[in-house]
């Protein structure tokens, strides 16, 4: 099996930052893509950023220029700093990585955390 824990929500004023945490274990050969997601309430999930394992990046519009998604391999962890939050960046977040398992099976495997709540309060 494999987990994804999110770490680093909490309440925050308008303006402020915040830095989440994923790691990911259990069963886990490499992981490919890692990535973050916001859902808030009465809305659908929205991708906000994507890395690679090369480290190449991807933000939506929404957080471009306040959002940074890095990883560390070594950790299987992905990062996402979040600067000059605003009240409407309120939302749960999760991670989300594309993992290869250990053995012959060479199938790519989408995992998603539980969430960690981010609330900005203006």
């Known amino acids: 099996q494999v987990q994804l824990m999110e770490s680093g929500g909490g309440l925050v004023q308008a303006g402020g930052s915040l830095r989440l945490s994923c790691a990911a274990s259990?069963?886990?050969?490499?992981?490919?893509?890692m990535a973050w997601g916001r859902q808030a309430p009465g809305k659908q999930r929205e991708l906000l950023a994507v890395?690679?394992?090369?480290?190449?990046?991807n933000y939506a519009d929404s957080v471009k220029g306040r959002f940074t998604i890095s990883r560390d391999n070594a950790k299987n962890t992905v990062y996402l700093q979040m600067n000059s939050l605003k009240p409407e960046d309120t939302a749960v977040y999760y991670c989300?990585?594309?993992?290869?398992?250990?053995?012959?099976?060479?199938?790519?495997?989408?995992?998603w955390g539980q969430g960690t709540q981010v609330t900005v309060s203006s």
């Open positions: 989300n990585a594309h993992i290869m398992k250990p053995g012959l099976d060479m199938r790519e495997y989408d995992y």
């Open positions: 259990g069963s886990i050969h490499s992981i490919n893509d």
């Open positions: 890395i690679t394992r090369a480290d190449s990046t």
